[in-house]
């Protein structure tokens, strides 16, 4: 009999998520039936999504999320023991799939992990997984980046926005980022390729985009929201291009609270700016195109990636927490 861990919402979080708001509980699965696998957790994906889909969710939800896992049991003969999966099971140690039945919110069935070769797995979480199409998929279609157009991204140094930068490099766009320490800012340029980066925390951003988008902006790739989005809109040129991915500057904020609309209306209607808002499962009929050219420019030295991991099922939500507040550079991990 095998005991999987959960952790299950037992209070809708309210602004910042507290501990108390989850609880970790222990299940024993009952056997396999035909067609079903058991599976075991490697790698969990802390996200920020989680924070706000939860609340559509009952009281008593196991949380949700993403998982690289291994097949420890297996009665189908499409998933054997050994191979590894990807899927939406939540945060648990140990589920059994039942291949027919897809009760995932994310309207993805677990798939068995791609050949990576020696790449780790957790990669499929990341570079190679959900965030990675997000950005090719939200940059490529919605931005329509051009050779020597200007792109601003910001959420700059996460999972997301390091990898927007990096496709818009090789596409030829002058990348600037902006992201929230020093230390993001200096990986950006040093490692990742970005022409710059503003620290949003301890930089006029502004005045600072003025300086170093001198031409104005072309595309903008808005993982933020709030003012930081106001800011760029109002500097961009003619026939700009904004993809609106997330706005995690809201996501703890009370909601009663937070201002109806900035007026953005001037800088749309003046340079016919085009903003538009996507999720990612809308190209979930292309998911491979996206995973297998993410994996070419990895192979070809052109795209280069981060995790920050943390150790332990028992600190997933500190990881969680961290991830909202701004303790990752690339992915945020937890390895079981
Ligand atoms: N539309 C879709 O299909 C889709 C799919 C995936 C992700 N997303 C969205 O894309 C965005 C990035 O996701 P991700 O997975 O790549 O997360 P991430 O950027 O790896 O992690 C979140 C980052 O947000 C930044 N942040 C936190 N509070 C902020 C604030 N008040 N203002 C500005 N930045 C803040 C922090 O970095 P700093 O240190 O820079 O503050 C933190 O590291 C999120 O908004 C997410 O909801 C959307």
Redesign the pocket.
């Known amino acids: 009999m095998v005991k999987a861990k959960k952790y299950v919402l037992i209070n809708y979080f309210v602004n910042q998520p507290k501990p108390t708001d989850l609880k970790l509980v222990e299940e024993e699965l009952p056997p396999l039936q035909d067609e079903e696998y058991l599976v075991e957790a490697e790698y969990f994906s802390v ?3 989680m924070r706000l889909y939860v609340l559509n969710f009952p009281l008593g939800t196991t949380m949700i999320g993403g998982q690289v896992a291994k097949i420890i049991e297996s009665k189908n003969p499409t998933f054997p023991v050994g191979k590894r999966i990807v899927g939406y099971l939540g945060w648990r140690t140990h589920t059994i799939i039942s291949p027919n039945i897809d009760n995932s919110f994310a309207q993805q069935k677990p798939y068995l992990l791609p050949d990576i070769g020696d790449l780790p797995s957790s990669l499929s979480l990341g570079v190679l997984g ?2 990675g199409n ?1 950005a090719y998929f ?1 940059l490529l279609e919605i931005c329509k980046p051009k050779s020597g157009e200007t792109i601003v991204i ?8 390091s990898h927007v930068g990096q496709i818009a490099k090789i596409l030829g766009l002058n990348v600037i980022g902006i ?3 020093d230390e ?1 800012c200096k990986w950006l340029v040093e490692e990742m390729g970005f022409d710059f980066a503003i620290n ?1 925390k301890t930089m006029p951003v502004a005045a600072r985009l003025r300086e170093v988008a001198p031409q104005g902006v072309d595309c903008y790739f808005d ?2 929201g ?1 003012d ?1 989005s106001g800011i760029v809109m109002y500097q961009m040129n003619l026939f700009g291009r904004v993809a609106v ?5 809201s996501y703890d904020a009370d909601t009663s609270s937070l201002p109806k609309c900035a007026i953005l209306q001037p800088a749309l209607v003046t340079n016919q700016l085009k903003m538009e808002g ?4 809308r190209w979930l009929d292309r998911w491979n195109e996206g995973v297998i050219q993410n994996l070419q420019w990895i192979r070809e030295g052109k795209l280069r990636y981060r995790e920050t991991v943390t150790k332990g099922f028992e600190n997933m939500f500190d990881a969680f927490i961290g ?6 550079t ?3 991990i937890v390895q079981a």
């Open positions: 996200d920020p999504y959900m965030p997000t939200g910001s959420g700059a140094a996460g999972a997301v926005g992201c929230g320490s993001k949003y993982n933020v709030g930081i991915c997330g706005s995690i500057s996507f999720i990612v499962r991830m909202l507040h701004g303790d990752n690339g992915k945020a």
